[in-house]
């Protein structure tokens, strides 16, 4: 997946770069605040209750969420980043809820923003990362539903895309290396029985992000 959307974003660079070009933005085109929606796939292969032996959801969970951000110049930006996900499975619900804050800096370069109506902005990002999940408990547990929190880095990288000046579209591709601790249960009577196995857990995730730039 990463690879198909990072062969996307190069062919999309590659065609528009063959537009007609125009006069350079004025210093402060890109500066303001932005909001998109985004839609995506968020790597989740690591929901294993390990006592059963069973996977909960599946190794990439369709995802939704909002960005907010703000160009405090044309070049960098911080962002607010919340994102949901949900999977049931054998009458067993998780639900996955992501919170990111980051500072990302945009590529201003000549040959990709001297079109007419259009920007071409690449970028990368670096923040932090935080999850929590609800997690089915294991079924011959001591309660129906446990609590996963991780935390980590997130580096981040893609290509943004503003046409007729408010229009901000593009991908975004960003890794949440996260840390989390044991899940335990009582399980058939003995307590303490690992059911969600801790530790470190990257978390990849590609997102299509629609919205507007003022």
């Keep these: 997946m990463k690879k198909t959307l990072f062969a996307i974003s190069i062919t999309l660079s ?13 210093k402060g085109f890109h500066t303001g605040p932005y909001l ?37 110049y044309d070049t960098l930006s911080v962002e607010l980043q919340g994102r949901y996900a949900t999977n049931l ?18 590529f201003i370069l000549d040959k990709l923003t001297d079109f007419k109506n259009l920007r071409i902005l690449p970028f990368v990002k670096l923040g932090a ?13 001591d309660r129906d539903t446990v609590t996963q929190y991780g935390f980590g ?8 895309f503003l046409a007729y000046k408010y229009f901000y579209f ?4 960003q890794g949440d290396l996260l840390i989390f601790d044991d899940i335990k249960q009582t399980v058939n009577n003995v307590p303490g029985t690992l059911v969600y196995r801790g530790g470190f857990h ?3 995730s590609g997102m299509l992000m629609v919205g507007v730039h003022y």
């Design 36 to 72: 998109t929606v985004e839609f995506g796939l968020l790597q989740s292969d690591f929901d294993t209750d390990v006592a059963a032996n069973q996977q909960i959801g599946r190794d990439f969970e369709p995802t939704a969420g909002i960005l907010f951000g703000w160009n405090i």
């Design 14 to 26: 590659l065609l528009l770069a063959t537009l007609p070009s125009e006069a350079k933005p004025q």
């Design 202 to 204: 990257p978390s990849f």
């Design 170 to 173: 593009g991908i975004d591709l």
């Design 129 to 141: 990362a935080t999850r929590f999940s609800v997690l089915p408990g294991n079924v011959n547990s």
């Design 89 to 106: 499975k054998s009458g067993r619900r998780e639900h996955i809820a992501t919170g990111n804050v980051y500072g990302k800096y945009t």
């Design 153 to 160: 880095p997130s580096p981040g990288a893609g290509i943004a």
